[in-house]
């Protein structure tokens, strides 16, 4: 009987052992951030390229006012990040310096 009992201690603790060191070793893996591309320079809102300044005044931001603006390069893409609020909403668009909506 104190035999059984003996395998059944070594079994146990060489299962353990292996657990752990299977644990250890997903512990110790290296985790990579990935850190976004693009460039954001604020920009001050009267420094605005004028078309840009035309398609914040247009139907499809009436209401909306441009609280702060950024310049972004993203690759070889560039645009302008305009935040904007209207009452107790707020968001952002993307226009490029042509004044056109940017996807």
Known sequence: MKKIILAATLAFAGFTAVQASEINTIKNAAIVAVQD????TPVK????PAPVTTALKSDAYKGWTA???FSVKEGTKEYYLIN???????GSVKIDKDGKPVQ
């Open 37 to 40: 591309s693009a460039v954001k």
């Open 45 to 48: 809102l009267e420094e605005l």
């Open 67 to 69: 609280t702060e603006a």
């Open 84 to 90: 904007v609020k209207k009452e107790a909403e707020s």
